[in-house]
C-alpha cells in the first residue's frame, strides 16, 4: 500500500479495529434466537444471516432486513431504545410518542433493542483492539495521516473508549452522528463521505478500511482513492465482489512505504 497516494484513512470499528464483531454476532444471535423461537420463524437464525443481513447496517436496518428475509412483518414500535453505553443518555424519543418500547419480541425496535442490551452486557468483558489495527494505527500516527471512525454502532465511542484508542481518532463518525445529521446507513457511502469531509480531504484521497460487505459496497459506490476489504469471515470473494479493491487478512500487510 503507497500511503503517499492518499490522505486520509476511514475505518470502520467492528471487526477491523476491534474484535467486538464476535460480541455483536453473539448479542444478535441471542435476540434473533428468541424472536423466531417466540414466532415459530424457520429456517434458525445463523452465522451466515449475520453477514448477510446484518454486518455493517444500523441496527433498526438489520432486524427489518433479517425479518425480510424470512418474509416477515414486525410493527416498527415505539421510538425509545437502550441508553447508549457510557454515555448516561436517555432513550430517544420519535415519530410516535408516547409508545416506549423494551427488549423484546413484538416490533422492529424492541428486538433492535434485545440485542443492544445482550451487546452492552458481554461489552463489560473488555474490547482488547486488533494488534494488527494498532501497528497499522502507529504507522500512521508517524506519516500524520488523519484517521477517523466510521461505524453504523451507536455505542461506537464506547467501544473505543473500552479499547484504549480513542485518542488515534480525529474524527468519529457513529450511528448517533448519522441520526443528528440525516446520513443513511451502509451501504450507503454517505457516512463515510461526512467523515472525509470533517477530515478535510476530498474521497478520492481517502482509503476505506472495512471487514463488512455493506461497508465495501458503501466505500465502492462512494468514489473513494481505494476501498480494502479486511476479511475477518465475510470472505474474499465475498469482499471483492461488493467492491474491495484489495483484500487482506491481516492489517500488517498494509503499513506499505
Same mark, same amino acid.
Not at 432486513?65 to 414500535?77: N, T
Not at 443518555?89 to 425496535?109: C, L, N, S, Y
Not at 469531509?197 to 468514489?223: C, F, H, I, K
Given at each position: ?18 474484535? =467486538? ?14 424472536? /423466531? ?13 449475520? /453477514? ?33 453505553? *457510557? =454515555? *448516561? ?24 433493542? $434485545? +440485542? ?14 486488533? !494488534? ?12 500524520? &495521516? ?12 464506547? &467501544?473505543? @473508549? $473500552? $479499547?484504549?484508542? =480513542?485518542?488515534? /481518532? ?15 446507513? +451502509? ?14 480531504? !476530498? ?18 459506490? *462512494?468514489? /473513494? ?21 484489495? &483484500?487482506?487478512?491481516?492489517?500488517? @500487510?498494509? &503499513?506499505?512505504?
Amino acid at each position: 500500500m503507497d500511503w503517499q497516494r492518499y490522505d486520509v484513512a476511514l475505518f470502520d470499528m467492528d471487526g477491523v479495529l476491534t474484535p =467486538t464483531a464476535r460480541v455483536h454476532m453473539q448479542a444478535w444471535e441471542a435476540a434473533f434466537t428468541a424472536l /423466531f423461537r417466540a414466532r415459530g420463524i424457520t429456517p434458525p437464525y445463523g452465522d451466515d444471516d449475520y /453477514f448477510r443481513y446484518v454486518d455493517g447496517r444500523p441496527r433498526y436496518d438489520a432486524v427489518r432486513a433479517v425479518l425480510a428475509s424470512r418474509g416477515v412483518v414486525l410493527p416498527e414500535g415505539g421510538p425509545a431504545e437502550a441508553p447508549v453505553a *457510557g =454515555t *448516561g443518555t436517555e432513550p430517544v424519543t420519535g415519530t410516535e410518542p408516547g409508545i416506549v418500547t423494551e427488549p423484546g419480541t413484538d416490533t422492529v425496535r424492541s428486538v433492535g433493542d $434485545a +440485542k443492544n442490551h445482550h451487546f452492552l452486557r458481554l461489552l463489560g468483558d473488555g474490547v482488547p483492539p486488533y !494488534p494488527d489495527a494498532v501497528v497499522l494505527l502507529d504507522r500512521l500516527a508517524a506519516r500524520g &495521516v488523519p484517521c477517523a471512525v466510521v461505524s453504523s454502532s451507536r455505542n461506537a465511542r464506547a &467501544v473505543l @473508549d $473500552a $479499547a484504549h484508542l =480513542t485518542p488515534r /481518532f480525529r474524527v468519529v463518525v457513529d450511528g448517533v452522528v448519522a441520526l443528528r445529521e440525516g446520513l443513511p446507513g +451502509k451501504p450507503s457511502p454517505a457516512t463515510f463521505q461526512h467523515a472525509a469531509r470533517l477530515l478535510g480531504a !476530498p474521497v478520492d484521497r481517502a482509503v476505506v478500511l472495512e471487514d463488512a460487505v455493506s461497508g465495501v459496497a458503501a466505500g465502492a459506490a *462512494g468514489g /473513494f482513492g481505494a476501498v480494502v476489504g479486511v476479511d475477518r469471515g465475510a470472505g474474499v470473494e465475498a469482499l471483492r465482489a461488493a467492491g474491495a479493491d484489495v &483484500v487482506v487478512a491481516d492489517l500488517t @500487510d498494509l &503499513v506499505g512505504r
